[in-house]
T-cell receptor
Framework: TQLLEQSPQFLSIQEGENLTVYCNSSSVFSSLQWYRQEPGEGPVLLVT???GGEVKKLKRLTFQFGDARKDSSLHITAAQPGDTGLYLCAGGAGNNRKLIWGLGTSLAVNP | NAGVTQTPKFQVLKTGQSMTLQCAQD?????MYWYRQDPGMGLRLIYYSASEGTTDKGEVPNGYNVSRLNKREFSLRLESAAPSQTSVYFCASSSHQLIEAFFGQGTRLTVV
């Protein structure tokens, strides 16, 4: 069974701090995605990475896909209260059209 | 752009009642999914439809049925609701290649 483990599960920081969230697996994924979910809403796609070692930046967010395509990280620089939410990683593998989901990291950024 | 539209947004059912959750997408996506999200359990796949005309079970299909009515619409039916089905239900769709999922706003279902 393919699993994606996210850490930490919860994170509470002050505005302006930096943070990194991790998504790890023993399985290889053809693509890996990060989503953010705000209370009362569905998850919203932030980024997709497909190449081992790939780094993508989205303003203050930096996403990295591991060289072996088994893990990924999300780094937020100078966090803001608007970054508060649940961050989910999801991996795609094979041709079965299903995603494997991590349980998420709940981030609270305090003013 | 509407994206993925789910109805209803909230529902309270009595044990044993039935209901259908509706989902429609306007992005011409081939694949559609139904998930449930529970605290500490993450997103769990109930059923999915890789393409029009096909449906397959996910991790937690028991107590549910689905219909892929056409390319746009994918409905989820609870034939006899149970308190264990109290959850937030999300419909999602994805394009053919990268399985990037686009979600609806969710249906908050309570079974009493």
């Amino acid at each position: 069974t393919q699993l994606l483990e996210q850490s930490p599960q919860f994170l509470s920081i002050q505005e302006g701090e930096n943070l990194t969230v991790y998504c790890n697996s023993s399985s290889v994924f053809s693509s890996l995605q990060w989503y953010r979910q705000e209370p009362g809403e569905g998850p919203v796609l932030l980024v997709t990475v497909v190449t081992g070692g790939e780094v993508k930046k989205l303003k203050r967010l930096t996403f990295q896909f591991g060289d072996a395509r088994k893990d990924s990280s999300l780094h937020i620089t100078a966090a803001q209260p608007g970054d508060t939410g649940l961050y989910l990683c999801a991996g795609g593998a094979g041709n079965n059209r299903k995603l494997i989901w991590g349980l998420g990291t709940s981030l609270a950024v305090n003013p | 752009n509407a994206g993925v539209t789910q109805t209803p947004k909230f529902q309270v059912l009595k044990t044993g009642q039935s209901m259908t959750l509706q989902c429609a997408q306007d992005m011409n996506h081939n694949s559609m999914y139904w998930y449930r999200q529970d605290p500490g359990m993450g997103l769990r796949l109930i059923y999915y439809s890789a393409s029009e005309g096909t449906t397959d079970k996910g991790e937690v299909p028991n107590g549910y049925n689905v219909s892929r009515l056409n390319k746009r619409e994918f409905s989820l039916r609870l034939e006899s609701a149970a308190p264990s089905q109290t959850s937030v239900y999300f419909c999602a769709s994805s394009s053919h290649q990268l399985i990037e999922a686009f979600f609806g706003q969710g249906t908050r279902l309570t079974v009493v």
